[in-house]
């Protein structure tokens, strides 16, 4: 209320070319009383309902809607909206709202005293607010400037990760690489810290010294080795040894610039530093686009296995630059893929498609291709962690393939086998397990397979799967005594969680 929504939607809608709707006024029509007498004579919740369908009844092609900030606080309403369409948050202080709503005639919400109902509002709905493509501060800006900053945010189209206030989002495209500077200044107030490996070859980590710089924020610069070996907390302990040898203090930010190696280890850092620093991903590798930047998992190695010591900890925003894939080695981008085909297999029967569409493209590399693939990926990452950020439940879908990939790898000692190629493997063991058990088709393990071949991805399971790698199958941390949860795809769009016996996974697996 007070924000601006209907004058900024009437500006915007006039700028682009399009309609404004008041869904305010759609309610109105649909109950034939005003929104005053609506809630007088039927309160807030039928108010709520019609609100509901009145948008729900809006064609896809709507335009600019403006909304009472009421309609977000739905769950289903706001992650469709986020889905559907781009969704902007209004805001301005109390004290800026209440003097534009003057004696809040015609808001039912507001009593005697605006600005402290006003401010209760907002802050009981604060969570609901931070879940949206952008929270545009409306007190000291005209509805054009305010206009030109959503228009903007309509041209990048970030991908919104939804976690209350701790909401980010995640830009995918070629170049948006240099926005680490300003999102960096946006997100901390104190020095920058940016980690990352390389030589020569790749210019990005110095593309990111030069737009921290011209942020005001000159990285202090950590390079590491970036490789599975060197995942350890040795690696840690640099980040924070240079951190604390700068004395940067709790409004620091650490940028993890590279691969998910990277990406893991100063994101640890990050969340322990000072028990905990500000944290920005720009992913360098497929993968780490893909997968590893978004959804808040860090860690490291141990002698007893891969990212066994780690926490939760979410990033304030995660860059993904399809450029910087150019300098990433053919084989490396090509294991990304399997993550990918997984995501697609989650997601949707038109995902699959997309991705037997655009197969060729790539495989070769092509940006616009890659694009649709990241983005497709990340979307559908950043629903699962909406709703289950700390994989107690649906986030253990993620894993499909994973159970039977990370034997291969493991039963390898992690060397001749890229973790994507043993997650293309593993899918094909997750269709072949599901269809013996009756629970998926032969046909979609051919589909499969024939996709991942199409991708240049390995699909020689039976030559892979020998007695070693069975032995390896269930021996992570997924496992609970000698059953395994066991992600089961159907088809495309339709996966479950079984937990199932070792011995059944083995033996699915191994008969022909
Ligand atoms: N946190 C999570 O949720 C999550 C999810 C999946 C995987 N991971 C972790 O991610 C790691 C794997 O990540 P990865 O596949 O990105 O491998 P990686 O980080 O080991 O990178 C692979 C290689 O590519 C190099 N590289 C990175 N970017 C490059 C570029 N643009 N050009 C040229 N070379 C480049 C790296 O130096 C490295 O040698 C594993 O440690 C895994 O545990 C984490």
């Known amino acids: 209320m007070g924000a601006g929504k209907s004058t900024v939607a009437r500006v915007l809608a006039r700028r682009l070319g399009t309609r404004a709707v008041d869904l305010d006024a759609e309610v109105e029509r649909l109950a034939g009383q005003s929104v005053p007498t609506i809630f007088a004579e039927r309160g807030e919740r039928a108010f709520r309902a019609l609100e509901k369908e009145a948008l729900a009844k809006l064609p896809g092609d709507a335009g600019i809607v403006s909304l009472g900030g009421g309609a977000v606080v739905d769950d289903d309403t706001r992650q469709a909206l986020l889905r559907e369409g781009i969704l902007i948050t209004l805001t301005a202080d109390p ?87 300003t999102h960096a200044a946006e997100h901390a107030d104190g020095d920058a810290i940016l980690v990352f490996d390389g030589g020569e070859d790749r210019p990005w980590p110095k593309d990111a010294v030069h737009d921290l710089t011209l942020a005001g924020k000159p990285p202090i610069e950590v390079k590491l080795a970036g490789d599975e070996a060197h995942k350890t907390i040795g690696s840690v302990e640099q980040i924070w040894d240079r951190a604390l040898e700068a004395e940067v203090d709790r409004r620091a930010i650490v940028v993890a610039l590279g691969g998910g190696v990277i990406g893991d280890l100063a994101a640890f850092a990050a969340s322990t530093l000072l028990r905990g620093v500000a944290l ?73 498609a997309m991705l037997e569409r655009d197969a060729e493209a790539l495989t070769a590399g092509d940006p616009d291709a890659t694009i649709r693939a990241v983005r497709m990926s990340v979307l559908l990452k950043s629903r699962i962690v909406h709703e289950d950020e700390r994989e107690s ?59 991942l071949d199409r991708l240049g991805l390995p699909t020689d399971l039976d030559h892979r799967l020998n007695s070693r790698a069975m032995d390896f199958i269930g021996s992570d941390k997924k496992r609970r005594g000698d059953k395994i949860h066991f992600v089961i795809p159907r088809l495309p769009g339709q996966t479950e969680i079984e937990l199932l016996g070792l011995d059944e996974v083995r033996s699915a697996l191994g008969s022909t």
């Open 280 to 352: 920005g991903q720009v992913p360098t590798t497929l993968l780490s686009m893909v997968d590893s930047s978004v959804g808040g998992k860090t860690g490291f190695n141990r002698a007893r296995g891969k990212n066994l010591v780690g926490t939760f900890y979410q990033p304030k925003f995660v860059l993904c630059d399809v450029d910087t894939l150019s300098t990433l080695p053919s084989e490396e981008r090509i294991a990304g893929l399997a993550e990918v085909v997984k995501s697609a297999w989650l997601d949707s029967e038109a995902s699959v």
């Open 95 to 181: 004290e800026v709202l209440a003097k534009r709503v003057g004696r809040g005639r015609g808001r039912p919400l507001l009593g005697d005293d605006p600005r402290a109902d006003l401010e209760r509002i907002s802050e009981a709905r604060a969570e609901a607010y931070g879940e949206a493509h952008a929270v545009v501060d409306t007190g000291s800006s005209r509805p054009e400037e305010v206009a030109d900053e959503i228009a903007a945010v309509r041209d990048i189209h970030p991908i919104v990760v939804p976690l209350g206030r701790r909401t980010y989002r995640v830009e995918v495209g070629r170049g948006v690489r240099h926005r680490v500077g």
């Open 393 to 451: 439940g649906r986030r253990m879908l993620l894993n499909l393939g994973h159970t039977v990939g990370h034997g291969l790898e493991a039963a390898s000692n992690y060397e001749g086998i890229r973790h994507g190629e043993g997650v293309a493997l593993g899918l094909i063991a997750a269709m072949r397990v599901a269809a013996r058990l009756g629970r998926g088709r032969r046909e979609e393990t051919e589909r499969l397979t024939a996709l």
